[in-house]
């Protein structure tokens, strides 16, 4: 009779012990790694915007200057100037930062001129701010702005948890606070809203193309600022929001110039009737 080899024995159970281990390791880190993505799911469900275009922010919502001094949005809006706005947090570690940066690149690229065709608005998420963070937040991102810039071309202002909560809503804007990081989660977009408070466009990202920031401007001014030639380009353009931007519009323009070209054979052609009528009064 043939005895078993107990070094072969060992080695077995211990291959069996290290099989049960390794699938035991698999299954908690499938577990932990399903908790971890179910969990981030979760969170960027919270993050986001839904469009409300056309809705109405509250002008009366009570917002706090950088003196500290309570005020009202309709003081930023009784300009009659349309209005882009951002919201932000003065310790956000990357995004607002980009963001605000991004923005100032374009008002630098465009001829529509800050606190005298349009006002720049900035509101603070973070409730705990204080009003010298807005002065900050002011005095950093309104350099490179042209002389004669008024000093209210870009306002920042806090607010108390009430006043965020409605105004966020108001703008479809989704954020949360993120207790583990100590920091606010929330989407990058610029709002443009009409002079009476009316929200007229989103745009999104940290880069923004200045054409797309001057008609999305010429846009909510309804008529208040630009040129003539810029009321046909706005016609002619149309926000596609799968382009993410402003892009022509192929009929709209064969129909400025169909009927461009129809106001030009009327002129000639009736500058041509009018000489022959007189010469046959003649």
């Known amino acids: ?86 919201l932000f947090y ?32 900035s509101v603070s998420i973070d409730p705990k701010e204080t009003p010298d963070r807005s002065k900050a937040g002011r005095e950093r991102f309104s350099t490179g702005f042209p002389e004669g810039t008024p000093a209210t071309a870009w306002s920042f202002f806090t607010a108390n948890d009430s006043t965020i909560a409605k105004l966020t809503r108001t703008l479809g804007f989704r954020y949360f606070y993120d207790e583990d990081q100590k920091q606010y989660a929330h989407p990058a977009v610029v709002f443009l809203l009409t002079p009476d408070g009316r929200i007229s466009r989103y745009l999104y990202g940290i880069e923004f193309k200045p054409n797309d920031l001057r008609m999305a401007l010429l846009e909510a001014s309804m008529g208040g600022i630009g040129t003539t030639v810029d009321k046909v380009l706005l016609y002619c353009y149309h926000y596609d929001p799968n382009a993410g931007g402003y892009v022509l519009m192929a009929d709209r323009l064969m129909r400025l110039g169909g009927g461009v070209t129809l106001a030009i054979f009327t002129f000639f052609v009736g500058g041509f009737w009018i000489k022959e009528a007189r010469k046959k009064a003649e």
């Open 1 to 86: 009779m043939q005895t078993k080899n107990p070094k072969r024995r060992r080695v077995k159970l211990a291959a069996i012990a290290g099989a049960i281990v390794l699938l035991a390791l698999t299954t908690l880190s499938s577990t932990g790694l399903a908790q971890v993505t179910e969990q981030k799911a979760e969170s960027l469900e919270k993050i986001g915007v839904d469009e409300h275009l056309g809705d109405y922010i509250s002008l009366d919502l009570l917002i706090i200057d950088e003196n500290g001094r309570e005020t009202t949005l309709r003081e930023s809006f009784k300009a009659g100037k349309p209005v882009a706005l951002t």
């Open 90 to 121: 003065s310790d956000c570690p990357m995004l607002c930062s980009l963001v605000l940066t991004g923005l100032q690149k374009a008002i630098a690229e465009i001829d529509f001129k800050p606190g005298i065709d349009y006002q720049l608005l």
